[in-house]
């Protein structure tokens, strides 16, 4: 006698034929699996917000909420980057089109991540440039 499984992964383990249901059964599996699974919610503003380099901080707390919100985005993309380079680059890996996609990925990535660090540099160039104006 099989032993009654607990997850919704575990039954589609223990179906006849792996991934056969009918189309009722679907669609209790996936609701079973969306309750198991915790639901990945973007980061509220606080959460997403990181520690900015001294040359790029501005003494306005508008300011800065917006460069700490841009560090988390662009550390978050560093990461990644590191992440999908090691799977392109490692030698098991034998899906060309995968390495192909992997590479793609890291370079638009790396545009956004670039264009943040723009981004994040932009407050302290705007200020300074209205202080040289007004003494000017």
């Known amino acids: 006698m099989a032993i009654a499984s607990n997850t919704a992964l575990d039954?589609?383990?223990?179906?006849?034929?792996?991934?056969?249901?009918?189309q009722l059964e679907w669609a209790r599996f996936q609701e079973d699996l969306a309750k198991e699974q915790p639901r990945k919610t973007p980061?509220?503003?606080v959460e997403s917000q990181a520690v900015?380099?001294?040359e790029n901080l501005?003494?306005?707390?508008?300011?800065?909420?917006?460069?700490?919100?841009?560090?988390?985005?662009?550390?978050?993309?560093?990461a990644e980057i590191a992440e999908l380079q090691q799977r392109a680059s490692d030698?098991?890996?034998?899906?060309y089109q995968q390495i192909i996609a992997d590479k793609m990925q890291i370079a638009?990535?790396?545009g956004q991540k670039e264009a943040w660090e723009q981004a994040i540099a932009m407050p302290g160039e705007?200020?300074?440039?209205?202080?040289?104006s007004r003494t000017k």
Do not use: H, N
Not at 11 to 22: H, I, K, M, Q, S
Not at 66 to 76: G, H, V
């Open 108 to 110: 638009r990535i790396g």
């Open 43 to 45: 980061p509220s503003l």
């Open 58 to 78: 501005v003494s306005d707390q508008y300011w800065r909420v917006y460069q700490q919100t841009l560090q988390a985005k662009i550390e978050l993309a560093g």
């Open 11 to 22: 039954r589609l383990e223990d179906t006849p034929v792996r991934g056969a249901f009918t």
């Open 52 to 54: 900015v380099s001294a």
């Open 126 to 132: 705007i200020i300074d440039s209205a202080e040289t």
């Open 91 to 95: 030698p098991g890996m034998l899906d």
